[in-house]
Antibody, heavy 121, light 110 residues
Framework: EVQLVESGGGLVQPGGSLRLSCAASGFTFSSYVMSWVRQAPGKGLEWVSVISGSGGSTYYADSVKGRFTISRDNSKKTLYLQMNSLRAEDTAVYYC??????????????WGQGTMVTVSS | QSALTQPPSASGSPGQSVTISCTGSSSDVGGYNYVSWYQQHPGKAPKLMIDEVSKRPSGVPDRFSGSKSGNTASLTVSGLQAEDEADYYCSSYAGSNNLLFGGGTKLTVL
């Protein structure tokens, strides 16, 4: 079964750090572009970051650039999001998502269940 | 860059058709054929319904269709069913390695 399972969310103080993980199974992980998408409570979806299959290319939304780092370990079939200098506005459910394939900007055909990140003192 | 513009709500009776719009600009929706649509039920992860403007992934009912004209993309749900009641989001590549989502539309089946 094709599956993505996120972990690592929790409560963190403003200015703190957190690392999210996303374990993949059921597909050839290294062949696919992967992304993080977040959703603040009661709000819409917001794209956060994307990484190539090899991990050699990464891109970020302006709202997180310079604070978040996306990475992947293809040997462990795991995607990561290192989040530093966290702000209250980063509070959201964070989803990892697999790009459908072929081109970077196709739709996300597989999503994880999400992990909640709360930034509060 | 601003989010793509979607109507906050839409509704229709069972069996009817409803269309949800997603308006952007020539820098995003109008400039690329990388428009996607997602369905999200409360407390669940989004589900891809339409890829690359009008391509329906395997398993998505053919009641769902997508199109684009100029800077506006549209999702049409035909033969509305109770289980179609959900939030719907569009997304589009916006150039410069950036992806935009719409604000979302809550679809109510009356």
């Amino acid at each position: 079964e094709v599956q993505l399972v996120e972990s690592g969310g929790g409560l963190v103080q403003p200015g703190g750090s957190l690392r999210l993980s996303c374990a993949a199974s059921g597909f050839t992980f290294s062949s696919y572009v992967m992304s993080w998408v977040r959703q603040a409570p009661g709000k819409g979806l917001e794209w956060v970051s994307v990484i190539s299959g090899s991990g050699g290319s990464t891109y970020y939304a302006d709202s997180v650039k310079g604070r978040f780092t996306i990475s992947r370990d293809n040997s462990k079939k795991t995607l990561y999001l290192q989040m530093n200098s966290l702000r209250a506005e980063d509070t959201a459910v964070y989803y990892c998502a697999k790009v459908a394939g072929g081109y970077w900007w196709r739709g996300f055909d597989i999503w994880g269940q999400g992990t909640m990140v709360t930034v509060s003192s | 860059q601003s989010a793509l513009t979607q109507p906050p709500s839409a509704s229709g009776s069972p069996g009817q058709s409803v269309t949800i719009s997603c308006t952007g600009s020539s820098s995003d929706v109008g400039g690329y054929n990388y428009v996607s649509w997602y369905q999200q039920h409360p407390g669940k992860a989004p589900k891809l319904m339409i890829d690359e403007v009008s391509k329906r992934p395997s398993g998505v009912p053919d009641r769902f269709s997508g199109s684009k004209s100029g800077n506006t993309a549209s999702l049409t749900v035909s033969g509305l069913q109770a289980e179609d009641e959900a939030d719907y989001y569009c997304s589009s590549y916006a150039g410069s390695n950036n992806l935009l989502f719409g604000g979302g539309t809550k679809l109510t089946v009356l």
